[in-house]
């Protein structure tokens, strides 16, 4: 069964730091196109930042230059690295792998910024 697993979520002040993991199990991870997304209460889900099977990076212009996405593919795992975070991160932050016709999805980890 397809795993996909995020961690590193929690709770941080106003111009912290934090660092997400998602690691993926039985697919081929390098094949994927990996994504983060997040959904903040009452509002759509959206995209965060994506990285590609080749490395290729894209961000939402609210997290650019202070987000920064990479993968390891050894270890079938994606990163986001989240600096200066601001009260407006706060949400669910989600995993997505994607390939083809494969579309897989984690559980989520909170992030919330607050004072």
């Known amino acids: 069964q397809v795993q996909v697993v995020e961690s590193g979520g929690g709770l941080v002040q106003p111009g912290g730091s934090l660092r997400l993991s998602c690691r993926a199990s039985?697919?081929?991870?390098?094949?994927?196109?990996m994504a983060w997304y997040r959904q903040a209460p009452g509002k759509q889900r959206e995209l965060v930042a994506g990285i590609s099977s080749g490395g290729s990076t894209d961000y939402a212009d609210s997290v650019k230059g202070r987000f920064t996405i990479s993968r390891d593919n050894a270890e079938q795992t994606m990163y986001l690295q989240m600096n200066s975070l601001k009260p407006e991160d706060t949400a669910v932050y989600y995993c997505?792998?994607?390939?083809?016709?494969?579309?897989?999805w984690g559980q989520g980890t909170q992030v919330t910024v607050s004072s």
């Open positions: 039985r697919i081929f991870f390098i094949n994927y196109n």
């Open positions: 997505n792998a994607r390939f083809k016709n494969s579309d897989y």
